[in-house]
């Protein structure tokens, strides 16, 4: 299965980057002559959080429905320009898969940020499955399609086509699953296969890889820009998944894309907490006035006694709260601990209660409710932090928060965290 393969080039063939160039171009020609056709195009959406996978995903479906299905689809990047050096594995799987000069070759969320109503109104969601609520079309918007791997939130059932929201260590994995009988651009296998690799920890057995996953990385490998490579041919005559943890390629490129994902050592607080965020509204039907409470998770890959300590956690945070508009955040790191190596998740709260969402709200039935919703849920099994439970610094100095920290259970990622939120914030009684 991993034998050489011998790309022949094809006549009027287009690569990756070039699909990517002008579809941008096509799409925002559209929407500057304002002739009505901008309307015609799929937005191709992964989730504000900006990850490989996001990336990935959402750039093989808009080529799938483009090239395969005939229906000019674009993917949009929930992100500033900029934002995209925040995370340097996606510029170097992006600059693996052909595309150099990112900045210049994909359509991010600024780049029709002057454009009232939004141009478009047809909305395909990958890697997360509700649409944000900033995307406010003229016209009703309509999702035309979801592959996903969040838990489901239920949504657009009559309208989405497919509907495809299933558990899965990538949602690259899916999408892959869709174009397996399609001759696709090898650039186009390698950025799905960085996907994959960089959220199954490189497949690791007994982790987040389960066999969608594994099954798509295997198509993948064979397709990709490295399977014609002298690296390649380091591999057994099988094609079982475990040959394929074997293929030097394989070990390689996920080690070098992980190691780039977790030197953030130039990234200071404020980085670290937008580089993978994601953000919720919730009305709280348990408050007499109903309000809508925004809340954000911030995903950061460093302890918190290396970045947040002697009251960071308390003024940075605080920053990206009036920031963003929050009265919660969640902060939620991932390490691996520097004795044994052992993968370490710890959790910090912020509540601001000098930022009511309603005239006299009930601060106290919230950092109630959230407290104890969260200590009491069995997945996240929380525990005691030791250093920090109540803050980085004497809670009496930030009298206008409310703190808490603990250690959690090392499996739950935001995936597990944002549900278990949702449901104590969104809970009736
Ligand atoms: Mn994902």
Redesign the pocket.
């Known amino acids: 299965m991993f034998e050489p393969q011998h790309h022949t080039i094809a006549l009027g063939s287009e690569t990756l980057a070039d699909f990517l160039s002008s579809s941008r171009e096509h799409y925002l020609n559209h929407v500057r002559n304002d002739s009505g056709k901008a309307k015609e195009w799929t937005i191709v959406m992964g ?1 504000e959080a900006g ?1 490989l ?2 990336l990935a ?1 959402s750039i093989a479906f808009a080529w799938l429905r483009t090239k395969i299905l005939d229906q000019p689809s674009i993917p949009l990047l929930q992100m500033n320009r900029d934002d995209l050096e925040l995370r340097a594995e996606n510029l170097h799987a992006l600059s693996l898969a052909g595309i150099s000069r990112p900045k210049d070759q994909l359509f991010f969320i600024t780049d029709v940020i002057d454009f009232h109503p939004f141009p478009s109104h047809k909305f395909a969601l990958v ?1 997360h499955n509700r649409l944000s609520s900033t995307f406010s079309p003229e016209e009703q918007p309509l999702v035309v399609a979801i592959v ?3 838990v489901d939130e239920n949504l657009y059932g009559d309208t989405a086509e497919p509907r495809i929201i299933i558990p899965s260590g ?3 994995s899916h999408i892959t699953t869709l174009l397996d009988t399609v001759e696709i651009p090898p650039e186009l296998a390698t950025l799905l296969l960085s996907a994959i690799l960089i ?1 199954t920890d490189g497949l690791k057995p007994g982790g987040k890889a389960i066999d969608v996953d594994r099954k798509a990385a295997e198509f993948l490998a064979s397709k990709s820009t490295f399977a014609s490579s002298e690296s390649a041919l380091h591999t057994t005559e099988t094609a079982s998944s475990t040959s394929l943890l074997e293929l030097v390629f394989i070990k390689s490129l996920s080690e070098e894309l992980s190691s780039r994902k977790n030197d953030v050592s130039h990234l200071g607080p404020r980085d670290l907490l937008r580089r993978d965020y994601k953000q919720y509204d919730f009305v709280l039907p348990w408050h007499a006035a109903k309000p809508t409470i925004r809340a954000g998770l911030s995903t950061v890959p460093v302890k918190l006694e290396e970045w947040a300590a002697d009251g960071n956690l308390e003024t940075k945070g605080e920053a990206w709260m009036k920031e963003r508009g929050l009265h919660v955040l969640g902060v939620l790191t991932s390490y691996r601990s520097a004795t044994k190596g052992k993968r370490k998740r710890e959790m910090a709260w912020i509540i601001r209660v000098d930022f009511p969402p309603t005239e006299g709200f009930d601060f106290e039935a919230l950092t109630e409710r959230l407290w104890n919703g969260l200590q009491a849920d069995p997945v996240l099994q929380l525990k005691e932090h030791k250093k920090f439970a109540h803050g980085t610094l004497e809670p009496m100095l930030f009298p206008q928060l409310q703190v808490q920290i603990y250690m959690q259970d090392p499996h739950a990622t935001r ?1 597990v965290i944002a549900p278990v939120l949702k449901a104590i914030m969104e809970a009736q009684m």
């Open positions: 989730n990850d996978d996001t995903s890697d996903d791997h969040h990538s949602c690259a959220d995936k």
